[in-house]
């Protein structure tokens, strides 16, 4: 097929005039069977490099992606071009998925996307045995590397099918963000005859600043106060990407706390949520998002107007891929990054440091594995490990061929490969200096005086000779945050009337959602805890009580409740009973001391997964009347919530015995990572 | 696992064989001979030739082309079965790998599998083996004696291969397991199905002393057929073969018949394999000594060669010999040779093959004058082979490419 001829076709289906060159040629290596990795900035065009030829060939595209908001998206407009694409994904139901698996093996649809996982899926795999497939795309192929940014295990199972495919078969891979390393990495993976095809870079509509501060309350000051004014002045919406999840929820309560409209995002809403806030976010609803980095990947929103990070990311290969959501319209955006030079550093170092266990903890993992065939929940339990360690070191087992993932019926098991190499940890170290590396790169487009944009092209491999005038160290003049004392008491007032929610609702219990008074490290309520609990300074002292009845009066206020019920203690005397009396005095609400263990429980703190501490607290309690409880509603008080294994089981049994409602308040709830 | 892995299994499962006695497999076989070591082209080059090539370079009929163009065109669709297979820890062994069983090549010819799928410790495949084969329900004596050759063969490190059925064959492996031996299972399903197993035997395979074999489609499930079939490659893949025990049983619609040790047996002894067979007890009541009288060997109940008592035993009759030709017999015993050789054999191979004093000549005069004999010129020898078969291929079968 002649370029002429293809654009012919391009107006007739897609309605576009024409292909961009560098389009026309990844077409044509695919039209020709072979194999392309094609590397283009976010807004390029690069679906239409599979979508087309996907509309030429006779049978079906399969293309592995691991974004669903970007799966949604793409199928919307490809089937408002009448084309014939769907998805398979775990948010659709079973029966969608049957009936899309079903089509598709009777040759009704073009185009599938799928998850990478879905090669774990028998009635998937069943389904390609029938399918008459023409073309195989993995997108946000940098997912393949792992010097990549986002190296993603469930990856690996594509480059093995890619592997396996028959020559003539294409195969596009594509990414808009790949340094050169990981560009090689990616053609070496994919192999064979794979022909690199990279356009430019940089994004001249792009308006970048660094603002260099002091503390955290200078960012929430200038967001606060700017926030609303940036969406104005730009006509639009943009996102503000924090660090961790607690910040998502931090800023957000501010933002409420002043009146900005504005919602929060991230990765552990459930799919309605999800939904309804990418659609929001398409529809402008709001003048800004707050989001951990799991929003945006994908989302094909051509006009967010501005983008800023209240946290350095880890590169800047994580950054240009975040901000390179702004602006895909070609207009101005606004790419803002705060960065504190005392405290922002320890989150990346962090995740860099802590991203990898320790080598006796590997050992533990590929010794059970040796004994005998197990699932992960059986290897945690065994191990006594963390999940996402267990993860961690599952994925590098893999990868290095010690350890394989085989699916028995629908689950998981972890069998360790004979003869396998011992674990080589030469690659954590250089994985881990690169990372270094990476971050030291991060901080240096932090402190540069030179062209901001420039410095990105450089890093990712686009070493381009335009000039640049589109930063706060060429053209733009410089942010500077200035706190007033109206701010600083508006955010003294708005932490005061904080507090964190406790999210322990579950199905087949009367728990609702509670309260904390305090995040247990982020002020000194932890340390106050701690001296009392460990360092024998006495009861909880008193300002912990007074926020504990603010955090109370601020949530239940209107409830009336019949009982105070404590958490039986494990170890630390009466600090939590004497707590509970103090609470029922004030509260005027009776306490009852008949809750109590059934046998020894271990500290929930020595356990470090979910399993163990469930297993630690089941059927541990018992109530001395049980008829005491039926009917009432509960007030139920504890002094830390780390795992909310302890509380949910009290729930469940007070549920059993005929409790109305239960609220659980605790002094203190835990961040990931806090030191008890 | 690599690129051709795919276009091994399209080949093996999509190239349906047309006739019931297997034919195509041959055919099949011939082909794959002739482009990977005649004409030293690659799996993958061999897809990439258009039908003219095929046609005019390879000599492949029109038939066969619409069969390679199914096999083609499910290559991508058998990359994803694969994909699942080396993920889940199985490989899939070609014909053409140094890793591919020399017994079971060496036994089974051109009829071998032309892949293997397997998990475990590959390397078993390449030691001396042992089968030992008998009923679903055997006696006691019988299991007894399975179980003492499996203790001899871990001791003289052999590999025992078992069909994984009932009766003897889960004794035999089940004693290999407990004698720290080594075992082969040869699956009478597709490997794909046999989930249970893998973790009934997980320690054993990862310790190396279990390899779990299949010939069939990962996905097929068990079927009486291929329970069958499955016994030419437990044979195929042992160097020694004993039976323990022979007993007749009755089939779907009731009738008795011998059996499936009985078949094998007889069948293995057809191809000139050695089998060894249990020599019974005057009580027991079983096929065994028919089998001896076939040509099998009989042996102790710890499997030495036991010496034949003529004597009041009636069923023991020493090892009987064929019958000695005569022109009266000669047709029968020739067709019946000929049956199992469809490319034909020569005078001197027949002659092999027979008991009698005729010399190379006076045989040559008499296969002439049999009218469903016809003679064929090949490599400059004459070949004798049966009408009704079908016609020789132009290939030149070299055993030295495996």
């Known amino acids: 097929m002649t370029r002429q001829e293809a654009e012919i076709l391009l107006k007739r289906i897609f309605k576009l005039p024409t292909f961009y060159d560098e389009q026309w040629q990844t077409i044509e290596h695919i039209l020709n069977g072979e194999r392309v990795l094609l590397i283009e900035k976010t807004g390029f065009g690069k679906s239409l490099c599979f979508q087309f030829p996907a509309t030429v060939f006779k049978g079906t595209t399969v293309i592995f992606s691991p974004l669903i908001a970007l799966m949604r998206d793409q199928i919307k407009k490809l089937q408002s071009l009448g084309i014939a694409a769907k998805c398979i994904n775990s948010e659709q139901s079973i029966e969608e998925n049957a009936q899309i698996i079903s089509d598709a093996k009777s040759g009704k649809i073009k185009i599938l996307y799928i998850a990478p996982e879905r090669q774990e899926n028998s ?30 295990p469930s990856f690996q199972r594509i480059i093995n099918l890619v592997k396996l495919l028959p020559k003539g078969m294409p195969v ?70 924090t660090g961790t999840r607690v910040d998502t929820e931090i800023y957000s309560k501010w933002f409420n706390y002043l009146n900005i409209s504005s919602t929060s995002y991230n990765a552990g809403l459930d799919t309605d949520s999800r939904v309804a806030i990418e659609n929001g976010l398409m529809s402008n609803q709001w003048k800004c998002i707050i989001s951990t980095n799991a929003l945006g990947m994908g989302i094909d929103k051509s006009d967010i107007r501005f983008i800023i990070h209240t946290q350095i990311p880890q590169s800047p290969i994580h950054y240009y891929q975040e901000i390179g959501r702004a602006g895909r319209d070609g207009k101005p955006a606004y790419i803002i990054l705060f960065y504190n030079p005392n405290e922002d550093r320890k989150l990346p170092e962090a995740f860099i440091e802590g991203g990898r266990p320790t080598i006796r903890k590997y050992e533990k993992v590929i010794n059970v594995v040796k004994t005998g065939l197990f699932g992960e929940r059986e290897i945690i339990k065994q191990t006594n490990l963390k999940s996402n360690e267990f993860r961690v070191i599952k994925a590098d087992l893999i990868e290095q061929k010690i350890v394989r993932e085989s699916i028995y019926g629908k689950t998981k098991k972890y069998e360790f490969i004979p003869d396998s190499q011992a674990l080589n940890t030469k690659t954590f170290e250089e994985l881990r200096a690169a990372k270094i590396a990476d971050l030291e790169k991060m901080i240096e487009y932090v402190e540069t005086d030179d062209s901001r944009m420039k410095f990105l092209c450089d890093y990712l491999g686009d070493n381009s000779n335009h000039i640049f005038t589109n930063c706060d160290n060429t053209s733009e003049k410089k942010i500077q945050v200035v706190v007033t004392e109206e701010w600083s008491e508006k955010l003294q007032d708005f932490r005061e009337n904080y507090f964190p929610e406790l999210v322990v609702e579950t199905r087949g219990s009367n728990m609702v959602n509670g309260v904390a008074a305090s995040y247990y490290g982020v002020s000194n309520v932890g340390n106050a805890i701690h001296r009392s609990k460990y360092e024998k300074c006495g009861d909880f002292p008193d300002f912990l009580l007074k926020l504990a009845l603010k955090a109370f009066r601020k949530n239940f206020d209107n409830e009336l409740f019949d009982l105070i019920l404590y958490v039986p203690p494990t170890k630390s005397g009466n600090l939590v009973k004497n707590f509970a009396e103090k609470l029922s005095n004030f509260l005027k609400i009776p306490i009852s001391h008949g809750l109590q263990k059934t046998r020894e429980t271990s500290e929930q703190k020595i356990f470090e997964n979910t399993y163990n501490k469930s297993e630690n607290v089941k059927d541990a309690f018992i109530y001395t009347k049980p008829n005491d409880i039926v009917g009432k509603k509960i007030l139920l008080f504890d002094d830390i919530c780390d795992s909310k294994a302890t509380i949910k089981e009290i729930g469940k049994y007070l549920t059993n015995l005929g409790a109305e409602k239960i609220v659980p308040i605790v002094i203190a709830k835990t961040v990931g990572g806090d030191i008890v | 696992m690599n690129r051709e892995t795919a276009y091994w299994m399209a080949l093996e499962h999509e190239w349906i064989c047309s006739n019931a006695i297997g034919n195509g497999k041959i055919d099949k076989m011939n082909m794959v001979i002739r482009f990977l070591h005649e004409k030293k082209i690659s799996m993958t080059d061999f897809f990439q030739l258009s039908n003219d090539e095929w046609k ?64 475990g410790n590959k390397q078993i495949m390449q030691e001396n083996s042992i089968a030992i084969v008998g009923s679903r329900d055997a006696s006691d004596i019988a299991l007894q004696f399975t179980d003492n050759i499996a203790k001899r063969a871990s001791k003289e490190w052999k590999v025992v291969i078992s069909g994984f059925a009932k009766g003897v064959d889960k004794q035999s492996l089940d004693s290999s397991i407990a004698y720290k031996g080594q075992s082969i299972i040869v699956l009478p399903q597709g490997i794909m199905t046999f989930e249970s197993g893998f973790k009934t035997y997980y320690k054993q395979i990862i310790d190396g002393d279990v390899l779990v074999l299949s010939t069939y489609h990962p996905k097929a499930g068990w079927a009486k057929e291929l329970a069958m079939a499955r016994n030419a490659i437990i044979y195929g893949l042992a160097k020694e073969i004993y039976a323990a025990e022979s007993k007749p049983s009755k089939n779907r619609q009731g009738k008795e018949t011998k059996g499936g040790t009985y078949a094998g047996v007889m069948d293995g002894l057809k191809k000139g394999r050695t089998i060894y067979v249990r020599k019974p007890d005057y009580a027991e009541q079983n096929d065994n000594n028919l089998l001896i009288n076939s040509g099998a060997i009989p042996v102790d109940f710890n499997g030495n060669i036991a010496p034949v008592i003529y004597g009041s035993d009636n069923d023991a009759l020493p090892m009987v010999s064929e019958p000695s030709i005569n022109k009266k017999n000669f047709p029968e015993i020739i067709k019946d040779i000929l049956l199992d050789y469809k490319y034909g054999l020569t005078t001197q191979d027949i002659l092999k093959k027979i008991s009698s004093d005729w010399k190379p000549d006076k045989l040559t005069k008499e296969l002439g004058k049999l009218p469903f004999i016809e003679k064929i010129k090949k490599n400059n020898k004459n070949y004798f082979i049966l009408k009704d078969m079908e016609p020789q291929t132009l290939f030149n079968y070299n055993e030295s490419l495996y």
């Open chain 1, 172 to 241: 596009l891979a594509t990414t808009a963000t790949a340094t050169k390393r990981v560009e090689n990495d990616i053609a070496a993976q994919i192999g064979e005859g794979i022909t690199i095809i990279r356009g430019n870079l940089l994004r001249n509509n792009f308006k970048l600043f660094v603002v260099k501060v002091n503390s955290e309350d200078e960012k929430l000051i200038w967001l606060g106060k700017n926030i609303e004014k940036l969406s104005d002045r730009t006509g639009g919406t943009g996102i503000l990407y």
């Open chain 2, 56 to 119: 005019n370079e390879f000599e492949i009929t029109d038939e066969q082309i619409i069969k390679l163009e199914q096999v083609k065109k499910s290559v991508p669709n058998y990359a994803f079965l694969a994909e699942t297979l080396q993920s889940n820890g199985i490989e899939v062994i070609p014909i053409v790998s140094s890793e591919y069983s020399k017994t079971l090549k060496e036994n089974l010819k051109k009829s071998a599998p032309l892949i293997l799928y397997i998990k």
């Open chain 1, 123 to 152: 009635e998937w795999i069943e389904a390609t045995q029938q399918m008459d497939l023409s073309m195989i795309v993995v997108d946000e192929a940098h997912c393949i590397s792992v010097w990549g940014h986002d190296f993603r």
